[in-house]
């Protein structure tokens, strides 16, 4: 069964067109994660799921249901926002427990349910506190226990972790995971970061100025890029682009490598001068520009001892190299 | 405060500055006070002098209290401007909640036509008012003070309110909505308490001007059972006897209930400045 499902869905806010015929699957137990840079459209894309707001044409269905005049308590979702956005005023258990109560659950489910979203998210002590009273980290596991109680059909996250420090962020992103699986939920989960769409998707979409660029699972968008921009966005470092030409292809094209796959060597294609080197221990990072001007990084793995300005010849293999035309689509060479 | 700023020099330059304001703002409140307790002779011969064993009279005080119903006219007064604070803090907040928060044509423009009302004077309006008044039976009532003090208050209560309830978290109130809670709910319960400072501002301007209002009481509601106090005290200025004994205790009396208003009011303020520094 599909958990979710949009067809043709558009937004505007009066003139300013935001989402561009967004079509979408979203199956059953599955876990999308929607990356992009800021303001490309992924909260807007989210509240239009979640009933917050009106598409402004096209159909939104979850579980088989078309929902688009159905309001978002209906729905059966839980969201969870990058801001907590805990109610000030109630304690940890009657964030938690509050919409329950809406839905007129009796007392004793609203009891056992919160007691067991209290066990898994470790919130236990603190039932009785005021959300002031919590850590950055404790308050967004509340807001995750306040969209775990309600047992909804998907669970949606709004950059759930930009807010907390680098520590943290890790360890729920985690937790987040784990709850995935334990629960088998549809999950939808909104971020601008790579790295915790690569760690936590089963499926990422991939969005720009409001338009799906490519749909697929992280080693395939990782892999098989469909165009220049996933292929920037995706990987970390970022990958090198340069103009075909100089390695000898057409001219327009682009060629795109990625910093794991460019090696040293005496004889290679291209001549670069080491601008900065990043040790980080496990792997070197090294920043050069080419002879013609085009800064490129290479990922070299262990330790190495290269100093700046020195001047390195770099070779890749074609089979690990990807080629782009003019218009940023991939061109497959055959 | 961090210790380098904690220059004594500045503390006590800082502390004279505020003593000195606050001795000119209360000079007038205690020349008031000292001189209600005088008599009439000794108000004029030394109008600075505490009252001691021979200027000591509440002849002042016996006179507000015997003559009119003076706590008739106190309690006229508390209705009006309690109700009227009521009225402008629940109409203006809603109507602000509505501007900041809801997207529907014409926004903009309503929010302008609601803004207009700060610069037009009501007073400009009062002839306009009082047939109004006349004609729908509200006359010598304490519903026409009520009405016209929310209405000139209102223009700025929307005006300072909808800017602080822009401010309001969008994710909180869209928590509520997936939690199921009614748009009432959400603003009285989530928006409301969030924009307290806000509403205890609004308050504190509305209070004053209200409570020592002349005109509409004079004109709307001059009648005995209606007066309010700022109008009740007239009857002791004359056009050749003023008996200020009378008027200087009217007036003492009339300021307790405002201090007391604006402390209510001020401990809002206070509240909410630091609990949002401390966050
Ligand atoms: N309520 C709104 N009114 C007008 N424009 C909006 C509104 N909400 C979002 N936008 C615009 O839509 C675009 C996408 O916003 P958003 O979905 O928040 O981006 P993201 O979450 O990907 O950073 C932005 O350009 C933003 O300015
Ligand atoms: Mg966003």
């Given at each position: 069964?599909?958990?979710?499902?949009?067809?043709?869905?558009?937004?505007?806010?009066?003139?300013?067109?935001?989402?561009?015929d967004?079509?979408l699957?979203?199956?059953?137990?599955?876990?999308?994660?929607?990356?992009?840079?800021?303001?490309?459209?992924?909260?807007?894309l989210?509240?239009?799921?979640?009933?917050?707001e009106?598409?402004?044409?096209g159909?939104?269905?979850?579980?088989?249901?078309?929902?688009?005049?159905?309001?978002?308590?209906?729905?059966?979702?839980?969201?969870?926002?990058?801001?907590?956005?805990?109610?000030?005023?109630?304690?940890?258990?009657?964030?938690?427990?509050?919409?329950?109560?809406?839905?007129g659950?009796?007392?004793?489910?609203?009891?056992?349910?919160?007691?067991?979203?209290?066990?898994?998210?470790?919130?236990?002590e603190?039932?009785?506190?005021?959300?002031?009273e919590?850590?950055?980290?404790?308050?967004?596991?509340?807001?995750?226990?306040?969209?775990?109680?309600?047992?909804?059909?998907l669970?949606?996250?709004?950059?759930?972790?930009?807010?907390?420090?680098?520590?943290?962020?890790?360890?729920?992103?985690?937790?987040?995971?784990?709850?995935?699986?334990?629960?088998?939920?549809?999950?939808?989960?909104?971020?601008?970061?790579?790295?915790?769409?690569?760690?936590?998707?089963?499926?990422?979409?991939?969005?720009?100025?409001?338009r799906?660029?490519?749909?697929?699972?992280?080693?395939?968008?990782?892999?098989?890029?469909?165009?220049?921009?996933?292929?920037?966005?995706?990987?970390?470092?970022?990958?090198?682009?340069?103009?075909?030409?100089?390695?000898?292809?057409?001219?327009g094209?682009m060629?795109?490598?990625?910093?794991?796959?460019?090696?040293?060597?005496?004889?290679?294609?291209?001549?670069?001068?080491?601008?900065?080197?990043?040790?980080?221990?496990?792997?070197?990072?090294?920043?050069?520009?080419?002879?013609?001007g085009h800064?490129?990084?290479?990922?070299?793995?262990g330790?190495?001892?290269?100093?700046?300005?020195?001047?390195?010849g770099l070779?890749?293999?074609?089979?690990?190299?990807?080629?782009?035309?003019?218009?940023g689509?991939?061109?497959?060479?055959? | 405060?961090?210790?380098a700023?904690?220059?004594?020099?500045?503390?006590?330059?800082?502390?004279?500055?505020?003593?000195?304001?606050?001795?000119?703002?209360?000079?007038?409140?205690?020349?008031?006070?000292?001189?209600?307790?005088?008599?009439?002779?000794?108000?004029?011969?030394?109008?600075?002098?505490?009252?001691?064993?021979?200027?000591?009279?509440?002849?002042?005080?016996?006179?507000?209290?015997?003559?009119?119903d003076?706590?008739?006219?106190?309690?006229?007064?508390?209705?009006?401007?309690?109700?009227?604070?009521?009225?402008?803090?629940?109409?203006g907040?809603?109507?602000?909640?509505?501007?900041?928060?809801?997207?529907?044509?014409?926004?903009?423009?309503?929010?302008?036509?609601?803004?207009?009302?700060?610069?037009?004077?009501?007073?400009?309006?009062?002839?306009?008012?009082?047939e109004?008044m006349?004609?729908?039976?509200?006359?010598?009532?304490?519903?026409?003070?009520?009405?016209?003090?929310?209405?000139?208050?209102?223009?700025?209560?929307?005006?300072?309110?909808?800017?602080f309830?822009?401010?309001?978290?969008?994710?909180?109130?869209?928590?509520?909505?997936?939690?199921?809670l009614?748009?009432?709910?959400?603003?009285?319960?989530?928006?409301?308490?969030l924009?307290r400072?806000?509403?205890?501002?609004?308050?504190?301007?509305?209070?004053?001007?209200?409570?020592?209002?002349?005109?509409?009481?004079?004109?709307?509601?001059?009648a005995?059972?209606?007066?309010?106090?700022?109008?009740?005290?007239?009857?002791?200025?004359?056009?050749?006897?003023?008996?200020?004994?009378?008027?200087?205790?009217?007036?003492?009396?009339?300021?307790?209930?405002?201090?007391?208003?604006?402390v209510?009011?001020?401990?809002?303020?206070?509240?909410?400045?630091?609990?949002?520094?401390?966050?």
């Open positions: 069964m599909t958990a979710l499902s949009l067809k043709n869905v558009n937004k505007s806010f009066g003139s300013v067109h935001v989402l561009k967004i079509d699957e979203v199956e059953d137990g599955e876990f999308v994660v929607f990356v992009g840079p800021s303001g490309c459209g992924k909260s807007t989210l509240r239009v799921i979640a009933g917050l009106d598409a402004t044409s159909t939104v269905e979850i579980a088989g249901e078309e929902v688009n005049t159905v309001p978002p308590a209906k729905r059966g979702i839980a969201m969870v926002f990058q801001s907590y956005a805990l109610y000030p005023h109630l304690t940890v258990r009657g964030n938690m427990a509050l919409g329950l109560k809406q839905e659950r009796t007392k004793q489910v609203i009891e056992d349910r919160v007691a067991e979203a209290a066990r898994m998210l470790s919130l236990g603190y039932l009785d506190r005021r959300p002031s919590l850590s950055g980290g404790q308050r967004q596991r509340v807001a995750i226990g306040r969209a775990v109680v309600r047992q909804p059909k669970f949606l996250f709004d950059e759930p972790l930009s807010n907390l420090d680098a520590a943290l962020r890790m360890n729920t992103r985690v937790e987040i995971a784990r709850l995935h699986r334990t629960l088998a939920a549809s999950m939808i989960y909104v971020t601008h970061d790579q790295i915790e769409a690569m760690t936590l998707a089963d499926k990422i979409v991939v969005l720009r100025d409001g799906v660029e490519q749909v697929g699972s992280p080693m395939e968008l990782y892999n098989n890029p469909a165009n220049r921009f996933v292929a920037g966005f995706i990987g970390s470092p970022a990958m090198n682009f340069l103009p075909a030409e100089i390695v000898g292809g057409k001219k094209q060629i795109g490598i990625r910093p794991e796959y460019l090696r040293i060597t005496d004889q290679g294609r291209l001549q670069a001068t080491v601008t900065h080197v990043e040790n980080l221990g496990g792997d070197t990072n090294v920043l050069a520009t080419t002879e013609d800064p490129v990084t290479l990922r070299l793995f330790q190495h001892s290269i100093q700046p300005d020195k001047i390195i070779d890749y293999d074609d089979a690990k190299s990807y080629l782009f035309g003019e218009d689509e991939r061109v497959v060479v055959a | 405060m961090n210790k700023r904690r220059n004594p020099v500045n503390i006590a330059a800082a502390h004279g500055i505020l003593i000195l304001y606050t001795v000119i703002a209360l000079f007038p409140v205690f020349v008031i006070l000292i001189n209600s307790f005088k008599t009439r002779r000794a108000i004029f011969r030394e109008p600075l002098a505490l009252p001691d064993a021979d200027s000591f009279s509440t002849v002042g005080y016996e006179t507000v209290f015997n003559q009119g003076f706590f008739g006219y106190f309690q006229n007064s508390m209705i009006v401007t309690v109700a009227s604070l009521f009225f402008i803090l629940l109409f907040a809603m109507a602000a909640f509505a501007l900041s928060e809801y997207r529907f044509k014409g926004n903009t423009l309503m929010g302008l036509y609601l803004a207009l009302g700060i610069m037009i004077p009501i007073r400009i309006g009062t002839v306009a008012i009082l109004l006349v004609d729908t039976g509200l006359v010598n009532t304490l519903w026409a003070l009520i009405l016209v003090y929310t209405a000139q208050g209102l223009p700025l209560a929307v005006f300072i309110l909808s800017e309830m822009r401010q309001v978290s969008d994710d909180l109130k869209n928590a509520g909505r997936i939690d199921g009614s748009e009432y709910t959400i603003f009285f319960r989530l928006v409301l308490p924009v400072p806000a509403m205890a501002t609004v308050a504190v301007f509305n209070m004053i001007p209200i409570w020592n209002d002349l005109w509409f009481p004079l004109i709307l509601a001059p005995e059972a209606t007066k309010t106090l700022t109008l009740g005290s007239q009857v002791f200025i004359g056009q050749f006897v003023t008996d200020w004994n009378a008027v200087l205790s009217a007036l003492g009396m009339a300021i307790l209930p405002v201090m007391v208003l604006y209510i009011f001020s401990r809002q303020l206070i509240r909410g400045i630091t609990s949002g520094a401390v966050k």
